[in-house]
């Protein structure tokens, strides 16, 4: 006779051969037990009541079968950011994070709901022929962050919602589905990412206190602080720099061009570069601008060209307005009487910026301006041009000495600015001919005065964000100029050479990207306007 499997043993009874369990080994099985057989008993109530609840499949988890690109259904959905009173009475589908859950006894729930920066108020109530009490307990159970499917009819509040950005509309739902939970608790909470340095003030005089997440931790956590409705703004408006940058350019005759990122030796010169190890063992580096190349491009006769793209500087810049990687802004023209040409451009190209982004991203613009309140950007018309000395006249008549053929350093360039805005009604200007010997051995000297040249730079709010000149397209006079700096030819021979096969007058300028949009806005760091930024100290995430 075959022999009978043995049985488990009870976890009261201890295995024949074993010791006696103790009293104690016992009666923490005995709980172990009552806890599973009570989880079992959960387990089936719920089966039962979501059986016995006819909404059922109006709401629930959806199966990850449905989300791996099942069916198209054709369904029409709505941003958030684009319902109006306009909508009122009609059915829509929208899907976003939950951003905050609020129970109202047991029969009503206000879930508020976030797409793009943008939210709304969604209200579940307990109907007969709809909504159940088992759906209002589902929606209260879901996480923050949780992305939702909401179905539901558009409303008109008798009072405006002061919750959500949408104030004037909520959404009755109908439907509520949980497309990806996300974990019970998170290492930052939305609602203390955007919350402004004036509400943590206000709440501190009234004896609250508010949380205040340090700029180290939002950026740890860079993808939720991102979820804010200021940073969404800043990234979009960062976007629409780069895009209006291109089509103004390319509407005035500029080809795109990219040049190489690894490049053999440094293209501003200096130490400032990082280091690497190409093919073969051949020492090389990262670009810190593409300023050779982008020269080349015009002795190639491309004429006018620009380039967006990322820049390094291994520089141990600890400040406000420094990255060790940033995007780059560059523009490259022929100049066929005068550098003044350049300067025309960018007068244009930065006008047409402001008055676009002004005009287009009013949303964006507000919702900054929520959490980092500042005033809008002065600027005229006519862009004001000073010259270096000018600027240097003003400065000393406000009791500030400034070596005349020396650099202005930042506490300087602020004050000029705020000496320029009070007598000009401009934050936004051009300071030329700066003094030579502060400038690449590669700038064009003025005609009538070698201590000066042909470049200038450009301010936003008191800081410098365009540098730009003339360059020197005669190669032996390049030769002549990098020998009085201390420079070595033969380590810029194939720059050099590029002049010498016939070479047309030719300027341009860099702008930074992320400090472009840190001065258009008033923000007082880089890091913020750089979705994920790289200094001294962070590589990640």
């Known amino acids: 006779m075959a022999s009978e499997e043995p049985q488990n043993p009870s976890p009261m009874e201890p295995q024949e051969g074993s010791n006696k369990i103790s009293k104690k080994e016992a009666a923490k099985l005995e709980r172990q037990r009552r806890r599973q057989e009570a989880a079992a008993v959960a387990a089936i109530s719920a089966v039962s009541v979501e059986e016995s609840d006819p909404f059922s499949g109006n709401y629930g988890d959806v199966a990850l079968n449905d989300l791996q690109s099942k069916a198209v259904s054709g369904r029409k959905w709505t941003e958030v950011g684009s319902i109006t009173p306009e909508l009122k009475g009609q059915v829509i589908l929208i899907r976003g994070r939950v951003q905050t859950i609020r129970p109202v006894g047991k029969k009503i729930a206000f879930v508020v709901v976030r797409e793009r920066g943008f939210t709304v108020q969604c209200v579940l109530t307990v109907k007969v022929d709809l909504v159940s009490s088992q759906m209002v307990k589902y929606a209260t159970s879901l996480s923050k962050e949780s992305i939702v499917d909401i179905e539901g009819v558009v409303s008109i509040p008798e009072k405006p919602i002061t919750g959500s950005t949408q104030q004037q509309v909520e959404v009755q739902i109908s439907k509520l589905y949980c497309v990806n939970r996300a974990v019970p608790t998170l290492p930052i909470n939305i609602e203390d990412a955007a919350r402004s340095e004036v509400e943590i003030e ?6 609250e206190q508010l949380v205040r997440v340090n700029q180290d931790t939002r ?30 350019l390319l509407s005035e005759g500029f080809v795109g061009i990219h040049t190489p990122k690894l490049i ?18 051949v020492p090389a580096c990262l670009a810190q601008s593409p300023q050779l190349h982008k020269q080349m491009a015009i002795c190639g006769d491309f004429s006018r060209v620009f380039e967006i793209g990322p820049v390094f500087r291994a520089e141990d810049s600890f400040t406000h307005r420094h990255l060790c990687e940033f995007t780059g802004l560059d523009v490259e ?7 003044s040409e350049v300067m025309d451009i960018v007068d244009r190209l930065f006008v047409a910026m402001f008055d676009s982004l002004n005009e287009n991203c009013k949303k964006e613009l507000e919702a900054i301006g929520k959490q980092y309140p500042f005033e809008p950007l002065k600027y005229l018309r006519k862009t004001l041009r000073l010259t270096f000395a000018e600027g240097i006249q003003m400065l000393k008549e406000a009791g500030v000495e400034v070596d005349p053929l020396g650099d202005l350093n930042t506490e300087s360039e602020r004050k000029l600015g705020q000496l320029v805005a009070e007598k000009y009604g401009t934050e936004f200007y ?7 010997a502060v400038r690449p051995f590669y700038t064009m000297p003025c005609h009538d005065n070698p201590s000066y040249s042909n470049s ?19 190669p032996e006079f390049l030769e002549k100029r990098a020998g009085e700096c201390g420079i070595d030819v033969k380590t810029i021979s194939a720059y050099i050479d590029s002049f010498r096969y016939g070479a047309p007058p030719h300027g341009g300028f ?10 258009f ?5 880089i890091r913020k306007t750089s979705l994920f930024p790289r200094d001294p100290q962070r590589i990640a995430p």
């Open 202 to 207: 206000q709440a501190l005089e009234k004896g």
């Open 219 to 248: 950026l740890n956590f860079r993808i939720l602080d991102i979820r804010t409705p200021a940073n969404q703004g800043i990234f979009r408006i960062q976007c629409q720099v780069e895009n209006i940058f291109r089509q103004f």
């Open 264 to 281: 053999a030796g440094s293209s501003e010169g200096g130490s400032a570069v990082f280091r690497l190890v190409y093919k073969g063992g």
């Open 333 to 339: 023209m022929e100049i066929k009487e005068h550098y």
């Open 430 to 436: 051009i300071l030329h001919k700066y003094p030579q």
């Open 456 to 474: 200038f730079d450009v301010f936003i709010r008191g800081e410098e964000i365009i540098s730009g000149a003339q360059r020197i397209h005669v």
């Open 510 to 519: 860099g702008v930074g990207l992320e400090r472009v949009v840190m001065l």
């Open 521 to 525: 806005c008033a923000l007082n760091n």
